[in-house]
């Protein structure tokens, strides 16, 4: 019985290891759990582009769009832990939604294995360019004259942007009221033509209607000024001591997603990272590069999943 067993096993890790040999024999779906258009669609997008550019794999983007990124991240973890489902995850989906869905279907942390960081990125509160408020402290004065009169746009329900939103209320003492959207375009068309006055954005999702001079930015949520926009204060510099939010992207694949599979993905994604042309048009979105192995990106996401456990619950936000 003994011997049967091991025969078992040694068979079992030969065919692991040739599957790594020949990965990838088929295209590669890359999950975006957002509508195109957004942050994440955009770098999602790069990164299979650039990916099939450099390694000759096939790498397909794939849309699946809704509940602040949930049911892409849901897709994924039903996916066949095979290699050729992955996902572009971030911050909103993967550490903050568990807290704040009642009935979440995953738990990120044992239903998803961390394959490979891709890009960190500040968030951004942005108004249009016909718009009355040229500062934060403007829109700060309005909100306390008019509570709940002032609304901001964000990609979803409980997505890190709308909680950086809620964060500012608390921190300002105001209250501007929330309208999400599903997903940063249809944010950013409404902010556009006036019919929000704010928007909270991550970076990659604003930045080139900011460039173009279509949006006005107000402030960055993240610890320092970005580098994309170098002239914009940090929400901390501007009297909120200790303000710092901001989101990453990162690829994931099925938990049992054999771990010659993920050392190959990441080895690879890890070798267009370090390309000045992908740096530079990582760079251009608003982002910044930050590879990882496995096991580093694997601890970042314990470590946020744990943080934002209690920057939820503080908020008192939750979603049914």
């Keep these: 019985m003994l011997r049967k067993f091991l025969s078992f096993i040694a068979l079992a890790l030969m065919l692991c290891a040739a599957q790594a040999q020949t990965f990838p024999a088929k295209p590669i779906r890359l999950i975006v759990p957002f509508p195109p258009g957004g942050g994440t669609d955009i770098l999602s997008r790069l990164v299979a582009t650039k990916l099939t550019e450099a390694t000759k794999w096939t790498v397909v983007p794939d849309n699946r769009g809704g509940a602040g990124g949930t049911i892409g991240i849901a897709e994924a973890v039903r996916a066949a832990p095979t290699g050729y489902d992955m996902v572009m995850g971030q911050k909103d989906n993967l550490v903050v939604a568990p807290w704040l869905y009642k009935n979440l279907s995953y738990d990120p942390t044992k239903d998803l294995v961390a394959v490979a960081h891709v890009a960190y990125t500040p968030v951004v509160i942005v108004t249009g360019v016909q718009s009355r408020f040229k500062t934060l402290a403007d829109v700060v004065a309005a909100a306390k004259a008019a509570p709940d009169a002032i609304t901001y746009g964000s990609p979803g329900n409980g997505t890190t942007i709308h909680l950086a939103g809620e964060i500012f209320n608390t921190a300002a003492g105001i209250k501007l009221r929330h309208v999400p959207y599903k997903g940063s375009n249809p944010a950013m068309m409404d902010v556009l033509a006036g019919n929000v006055d704010l928007m909270v954005s991550s970076l990659p999702s604003a930045i080139a209607q900011i460039k173009s001079g279509k949006l006005r930015p107000l402030a960055v949520t993240s610890a320092r000024r970005s580098t994309s926009l170098p002239d914009v204060p940090t929400v901390a510099e501007l009297g909120y001591k200790d303000f710092d939010v901001s989101t990453w992207y990162g690829l994931f694949m099925p938990a049992a997603t054999p771990k010659d599979i993920v050392a190959t993905v ?55």
């Design 266 to 320: 990441n080895a690879e994604v890890n070798k267009l990272l370090a390309t000045n042309d992908m740096k530079a048009a990582i760079h251009a979105q608003g982002a910044e590069v930050q590879n990882m192995t496995p096991e580093q990106f694997s601890t970042l996401l314990k470590t946020d999943y744990q943080k934002w456990k209690g920057i939820v619950q503080a908020s008192g936000a939750t979603i049914e």
